[in-house]
């Protein structure tokens, strides 16, 4: 009973217990490293998969990819899309998204529009400022997220040509389909 | 070369034989007519068709007597008679002789039919190129009439026997009884799904017989001699009497050759053809007109009947034997007969419609040396799809040719897909396809 | 076609390991269905007889040598189906998805069925995500883009419905394949766009994208639409209509098979229609007049107005110099409440509605002979009578829905059918009834009357008579029969140009049927001598015994929407509520003790007689809701006149129509999108109207704003929503409480006949069985002012689907007519007659009369002041459709 009470009191006094919770801070004070960005000043490398801001995309003729099928908007979970199509008033027959909307205040920036998109038309940017006053800068129109598409996407996806005019975009019959080269 | 008794073609053997009503009466012509409406019920005439077991020679060799016993007897209202000269088989140019040459023979059967199963009315739907037969069997009606083999008041019986001659459009499909009677509607020729059959439901939706021009013809001669004597030529019990096969391909003398059903293919090609036309062997060769799948020279020995060439894996169908000497390709052969089948496709029924240009499409391929791995594999399953699941023979008829060159000569086709696959083009051509 | 038939003998088979009791002749596909087995398919469809062509329904039959189509097979005792348990089957419909999307085109993100397509389904359910399918696809090139209907011949794949349809139940045959194989294309007939009814039925009926409607074309995706069943505005035939709407917007209407009166069919009108509700004209707000201005304004401010004006006139002229009119595409709610705002809070009967304009000569002479009010027929006898007789009917552009029934009775169960039309059998871009006819007596326009007298006498002179009924009543007969024979067949002869054996024909045909449906049309409800003609073709019925056979009776047309509903709702001034008469004291108090008011026991008055009051001075404010007499009557008429010399006028509107430019003050309505409430069919049928939309701007539905307005003039007559009204009808009619599955059609009352048959004929058989006076110069030519398929009355002008296949007005004329006039296609030419000259363009139709125009009554701006106008002595309906015109082109055209 003695001996233990003094193998406690020793502890005790050397704060045993505390060095042992303090162990790993303690261990870290000598190989100091700094990890935080001093933000504005610097800034994080991004892996290439992030998931930025969303863009709508052009092919290399200038010509918007996107064919106004309101799939973006059946698969957003958040109910950030909007997409009014209709005819392309010159081609009749051929589809277009007249207006299209992105609410970004609501976007969770999951993805799922992006994969849900039948011709590549949504991008995501590595963009992440996107800080305002007003919530209402944050409901991008179409020609909104065009910009931020031509900015992001320089190099642009070169346009099938092997379908025929009357058969909307999807006639594509073949395996070996010409590969999408990116010039 | 042994000389056979012809029965069809005998008349026309004859020199100066012109096919007019004066010749073929002098030839012995409408005797049968005579003496059926004299002598015979209708029923007799039929049971007489059963006993000579005269078989179809259109191409599905049903027994003749036995579809005209489905005309219910007793129905009210019209019924038809159409006779089936829409013979579009590549390979096959048997009615068209008979038609041109000797339209009366024919005529005279059709007559012989009307009353047997008591139609007053009867077409003749005639191929839309033959416009040569058109013309002549219109004369020949008309000369009939005018002698009073047809007409009302046939031969002073008071029975009315009508024929009209009908043009087609120039549709392979309008050889199939169901969408030549759609055709002879002025609807479009398609096929009709059976049941109901057009012994009940045909020609306007009456009890209606439809007869091949051979078939036909064969009548007055069975009226005249009996259907025992009938039953007794050829290779009884079921295949019997004789048979007008066309020959064509590589062989010395092709033609029309009318021959007793139960001769071997051998004897057929070498000593009725006159055998091969170069010193080439014969390589493969098509039994009974271009629907009937390949055979080769090990199958030389079979009979000619319908029985034999069916065991064989084949049929005698139309009676059209193309024959192909050493050298030919098959996958040539079997692109040619399928692109004929593309373009014939009436596209009702999904299978045939759509495999018919991906079957011609994939062929092309293969023969353009750019065929792919799998490629005979894909052929395979197609064709299998393909027969069997649409409403008339034609499904079975377009796979046929592929199926049994895939089966006798497959390492054709793979020679070439290997070829395609050693000299394959970096750059991804597509194959151009024009319809 | 397996014909429906009539045996109740069953056959038990085995589906999928389930056993199914089904009618003999039952399809293995329909039996399937009932054991809730779905069997894919794509070419098989309900309506239409089977084709098997898609091989997509295939299944494995025990004892069959291979698949079996299960929708050409008919089910047998006994008989082992495999489906969905048949590997060979499954494998064989995987294959046959490969075939058909070798060729079609993986556009479905664009297509317009995508989400609700049967292609897509079936993928889902069998195939593979990729196609084998390495090679060219092949691609139509789009020669022609038609108005309403868009093809995109690469989705097809070739099922041949929409031909089946237009063919079989259209009997349009706008449709039809052309190429061979795989180069099979639907197409219409000849070199130019789609030229037809426009019924919308290849559109409902393709399975996949092929065929799509134009009017809503990349506008939604299915999963966005909701729907909301209702019933169609348009005509009487009171089909069933799904809105299909996308936030708050019209997008498309649909009618679902099976369902409604219609069974799914639907017409020009009710399937690119329903654009009238969104139109940009819509009143948003009350207008009051200030000078010649309209001023928007609150609800509160115009009521109180319209309260304060009604109750001044009221108190200065006495109630009777304030009339009301309201009309037939209101539903049965709205008029209940307007009739009983007029005679409750306002104190007059003296309103009228849009049924005087024709439909009330049917409705009164089935009143007068069988002791209805409605049909004592339904659609399902239509359908399954053995002899149909149509006079002055022109179903197809008037009663699209029913001319179907027509057809099927025709065409699929084999009735005869008897035709008196002003019309030519010939082939059109639209389907003529006329074809179909039996017997058809072709006559003008005029000459219905000495149709019908024609075929009465040959009915009489074949004795196909009713003995019993003669016993009874021979007095009757005798009258009738010596009539008759007053009238001398070359005078028939003469007026209608056809022989008496043609009149003794069709009376063979018509004594010979057992189920004998007479439909009678505007032609004759809407011309002169309306009512008698009606009449006459009731004794027609009655003389031959056929009246009160079950399954037989006289069908009167209704045009609009709810004219049945306006008639038995009390929207005529001297009938009240569940088609009662007002003259009886009885019903009178009946009615004021349920609505705890008094009922005025002033007479009604009819819309002519409205009219010639305010002439006079008598009638000072006039109510009208829903109605533009302005656009409706001719000038002749005197309406102009009338209304300007009214103190004061309301107006209850859609749109700022003639009439209520002439108002001083307009309320905006709701349009039957809008609101709820019923609509009472053409046979009586009762159903719910529902809400598709939101109100547009600040409209209200009529019956709220009858009831705004009574509470405004101190008498209130609250309701808290239209399920309210609907209770206190039902209530007060127990006759109206038939709302749901098909009712039992009303049965003749024999003491009515009985009545008819003794004394009641007698009042006005003189001047019923008198040939009428032709009195034509021979260059002249009858001008008849009639409906046109692709509208109905001035409402539909403001739909944009049907501006597009008809905007305009053109006098039609048959060919030969035109040829012999010098008149072609196109020219213009001056109508005049002793009214005035009207220039317009012409166009030329074959099955229009010789001796005949027509002229789109939906467009007759002008050429209504050619009309005269002409006021039925016994039902005062306004009779001015017809008239006699000279044609003259106009050189330099």
């Avoid at chain 1, 190099?155 to 073949?174: M, T």
């Avoid at chain 2, 390979?91 to 009366?104: C, I, S, V, Y």
């Avoid at chain 2, 059209?320 to 373009?343: C, D, I, K, N, P």
Wanted: charge should be negative; hydrophobic fraction near 35%; glycine fraction near 10%.
């Amino acid at each position: 009973m003695g001996s233990m009470n003094l193998k406690e009191w020793v502890k005790t006094l050397t704060f045993y217990e505390l060095l042992l919770g303090m162990k790993a801070t303690l261990s870290h004070l000598l190989k100091y490293k700094p990890i935080t960005l001093q933000y504005p000043h610097e800034k994080k490398q991004l892996p290439s998969n992030y998931r930025g801001m969303l863009a709508l995309l052009r092919y290399d003729d200038g010509t918007e990819k996107c064919v106004g099928c309101d799939l973006c908007e059946a698969a957003c979970p958040s109910r950030v899309i909007r997409v009014v199509s209709a005819e392309v008033p010159e081609e009749p027959a051929k589809r277009y998204s007249k207006e299209y909307y992105m609410d970004m205040t609501r976007c969770l920036f999951c993805g799922l529009c992006v994969k849900a998109c039948p011709v590549d038309a949504l991008g995501m940017t590595q963009e992440y400022e996107w800080a305002v006053y007003d919530k209402r800068q944050l409901h991008l129109n179409k020609q909104q997220l065009l910009a931020i598409g031509d900015r992001n996407f320089p190099v642009r996806e070169k346009r099938l040509e092997f379908q025929h005019p009357n058969v909307a975009y999807f006639n594509v019959g073949f395996k070996e389909i010409p590969q999408k080269d990116v010039e | 070369m042994a000389q056979y008794e012809t029965i069809l073609l005998k008349n026309m053997e004859q020199p100066g034989y012109s096919g007019s009503l004066e010749d073929y009466e002098r030839a012995g012509g409408y005797q049968a007519l005579r003496k059926v409406l004299k002598d015979m019920q209708p029923d007799q005439v039929i049971e007489e068709v059963k006993k000579s077991s005269l078989r179809g020679r259109g191409g599905a060799g049903f027994p003749t007597g036995v579809k005209w016993g489905f005309i219910p007897k007793d129905h009210p209202g019209p019924k038809y008679l159409c006779c089936n000269a829409d013979e579009s088989e590549p390979g096959t140019f048997k009615d068209r002789q008979l038609m041109e040459r000797d339209p009366h023979q024919m005529l005279e059967g059709m007559a012989i039919t009307c009353f047997a199963i008591g139609a007053e009315t009867s077409y003749v739907y005639i191929r839309g190129e033959f416009r040569l037969g058109a013309k002549i069997l219109e004369k020949a009606v008309q000369e009939a009439k005018a002698a009073g083999y047809l007409g009302e008041n046939v031969l002073g019986t008071g029975r009315t026997i009508n024929i009209f001659v009908h043009a087609g459009a120039g549709a392979y499909i309008c050889g199939e009884e169901t969408a030549l009677l759609e055709s002879l509607e002025g609807k479009r020729g398609q096929p009709r799904f059976k049941p109901p059959f057009p012994a009940t439901h045909g020609l306007y939706q009456k009890p209606t017989v439809v007869n091949n021009v051979e078939t036909m013809a064969n009548i007055p001669h069975i009226m005249n001699k009996g259907g025992e004597w009938f039953a007794g030529i050829g290779s009884p019990p079921k295949s019997c009497g004789t048979r007008i096969f066309c020959l064509s391909g590589h062989v010395n003398r092709p033609g029309n050759y009318e021959v007793p059903m139960g001769m071997p293919f051998r004897e057929f090609i070498y000593d009725v053809g006159g055998g091969m036309r170069s010193d080439k062997p014969l390589k493969a060769f098509i039994p009974g007109g271009a629907s009937a799948p390949f055979l080769t020279p090990e199958h030389l020995d079979v009979k000619m009947d319908f029985e034999a060439v069916a065991m064989a894996g084949s049929m005698l169908g139309s009676g059209g034997v193309t024959v192909m000497e050493e050298g030919t390709s098959m996958v040539w052969a079997a692109l040619r007969l399928m692109e004929f089948f593309y373009h014939e496709s009436c596209g009702k029924c999904t299978p045939c419609r759509e495999g018919s240009s991906w079957l011609t499409q994939i062929l092309q391929r293969i023969w353009n040396k750019q065929g792919r791995q799998g490629d005979l594999d894909l052929l395979d399953e197609l064709c299998k799809n393909i027969a069997g699941r649409t409403i008339c023979a034609f499904g079975e008829a377009e796979v046929g040719p592929i199926q049994s060159t895939l089966k006798y000569f497959r390492h054709e086709y793979e020679e070439l897909i290997r070829e395609a696959e050693a000299t394959r083009p970096q750059s991804k051509e597509i194959p151009v396809f024009t319809h | 076609m397996p014909t429906p038939s009539t045996t109740t003998e069953t056959v038990t088979l085995t589906i999928d390991g389930q056993t199914a009791t089904v009618p003999k002749g039952t399809l293995v596909i329909e039996a399937a269905r009932q054991v809730g087995v779905m069997v894919p398919h794509f070419c098989y469809h309900p309506k239409l007889t089977p084709d098997a062509n898609c091989r997509m329904c295939l299944v494995e039959i025990e004892k069959m040598p291979r698949l079996q189509t299960s929708c050409s097979t008919q089910a047998t005792e006994g008989m082992v189906v495999k489906s969905s348990s048949s590997v060979q089957a499954q494998e064989a419909r995987k294959m046959v998805l490969d075939f058909i999307l070798a060729n079609h085109p993986l556009d479905c993100p664009v297509c317009d069925q995508g989400g609700r397509c049967d292609l897509q389904d079936f993928s889902h359910e069998y195939t593979a995500t990729s196609s084998r399918f390495q090679e060219l696809k092949r691609v139509f090139p789009k020669e022609y883009f038609s108005p309403l209907i868009e093809t995109q011949m690469n989705r097809c794949v070739q099922c041949m419905r929409c031909v089946r349809y237009c063919d079989q139940i259209m009997d349009v045959k706008a449709l039809a394949p052309t190429g061979r194989g795989t180069l099979t294309e639907i197409k219409a007939f000849g070199a130019h766009e789609l030229d037809c009814e426009f019924c919308g039925g290849c559109v409902q009926i393709c399975p996949v994208g092929a065929i799509t409607s134009r009017l809503s074309m990349y506008e939604f995706r299915p999963w966005m639409l909701k729907r909301t069943d209702s019933v169609c505005g348009y005509c009487g035939d009171g089909c069933q209509i799904t809105f299909q709407t996308k936030d708050n917007a019209l997008i498309e209407i649909n009618s679902t098979q099976g369902s409604g009166r219609n069974n799914g069919d639907l017409c020009a009108r009710g399937y690119f229609g329903y654009h009238v509700s969104e139109h940009p004209d819509r009143l948003t707000l009350p207008l009051i007049r200030k000078g010649d201005e309209f001023q928007s304004v609150q609800w509160e401010e115009a009521l109180e107005l319209v309260g304060q004006q009604l109750l001044d006139v009221k108190a200065k002229y006495g109630a009777d110099a304030i009339g009301g009119l309201i009309s037939g595409r209101c539903t049965n709610e709205d008029i209940y409440v307007f009739q009983k705002f007029m005679r409750g809070v306002v104190g007059t009967n003296r309103i009228d509605s849009s049924a005087r304009y024709g439909h009330l000569n049917g409705v009164h002479a089935l009143q007068r002979v069988q002791g209805t009010h409605r049909w004592s027929v339904s659609f399902e006898d239509i359908e399954s009578a053995d002899t149909l007789l149509l006079v002055g009917t022109n179903i197809t552009e008037t009663n699209p829905i029913t001319g179907l029934k027509v057809k099927e009775a025709v065409k699929r169960r084999g009735a005869k059918l008897i035709t008196i039309e002003a019309l030519n059998p010939a082939i059109g871009s639209i389907s003529n009834i006329v074809n179909l006819a039996q017997q058809h007596l072709g006559v003008k326009p005029t000459g219905f009357s000495t149709a019908i007298l024609g075929l009465l006498k040959a009915v009489v002179e074949q004795s196909i008579l009713d003995a019993e009924l003669q016993g009874k009543a021979p007095a009757y007969f005798n009258a009738i029969s010596a009539r008759l024979q007053a009238l001398s067949w070359d005078a028939i002869f003469a007026q209608t140009g056809l022989a008496s054996d043609l009149f003794t024909e069709a009376a063979q045909v018509f004594g010979q049927g057992k189920k004998v449906v007479v439909l009678v049309g505007p032609g004759v409800l809407r011309s002169e001598g309306g009512f008698g003609m009606t009449m006459n073709l009731m004794d027609l019925l009655l003389i031959t015994g056929k009246l009160t056979n079950p399954g037989c009776g006289l069908a009167p047309l209704a045009e609009e929407n709810n004219d049945q509903g306006a008639f038995e709702m009390g929207g005529t001034g001297a009938v009240l509520p569940g088609g009662t008469s007002l003259g009886d004291p009885a019903v009178r108090e009946n009615l004021s003790k349920a609505w705890g008011r008094p009922i005025p026991d002033t007479p009604g008055s009819s819309l002519p007689q409205l009219i010639e009051d305010a002439q006079q001075g008598k009638l000072k404010a006039l109510f009208v809701v829903g109605e533009n007499p302005l656009a409706s009557l001719p000038p002749s008429s005197g309406i102009h006149s009338a209304l300007e010399k009214l103190d004061f006028l309301v107006c209850q509107e859609l749109f700022l129509t003639e009439t209520a430019q002439k108002a001083h003050v307009v309320l905006p309505a709701c349009s039957y999108a809008e609101k709820d409430g019923t609509f009472t069919n053409t046979e009586g049928h009762i159903q719910s109207v529902r809400t598709a939309i939101d109100m547009v701007g600040e409209s209200r539905p009529d019956w709220e704003i009858f009831s705004a307005l009574s509470v405004m003039m101190n008498n209130p007559m609250e309701y808290g929503d239209v399920k309210e009204i609907g209770k206190e009808i039902r209530n007060l009619l127990p006759g109206t409480r038939t709302l749901g599955p098909a009712p039992l059609p009303a049965q003749p009352d024999s003491s009515a006949i009985a009545r008819y048959v003794t004394t009641d004929y007698q009042r006005d058989i003189a001047p019923r069985y008198q040939l009428p006076v032709n009195d034509a110069a021979t260059d002249e030519i009858t001008l008849q002012v009639s409906q046109s398929l692709f509208h109905s009355g001035k409402f539909s002008r403001k739909a944009k689907g049907l501006l597009q296949v008809e905007a305009t007005g053109k006098i039609y004329l048959h060919p030969e007519e035109a040829a012999r006039r010098g008149i072609s296609d196109g020219d213009m030419v001056k109508v005049s007659n002793s009214l005035g000259e009207v220039l317009t363009p012409v166009g030329l139709r074959e099955r229009i009369p010789q001796g005949v125009a027509t002229f789109p009554e939906h467009f007759d701006e002008e050429i209504r002041q050619l009309l005269p106008y002409k006021v039925d002595p016994e039902t005062q309906v306004p009779y001015y459709k017809l008239a006699r015109v000279h044609l003259k082109k106009v050189v330099g055209s």
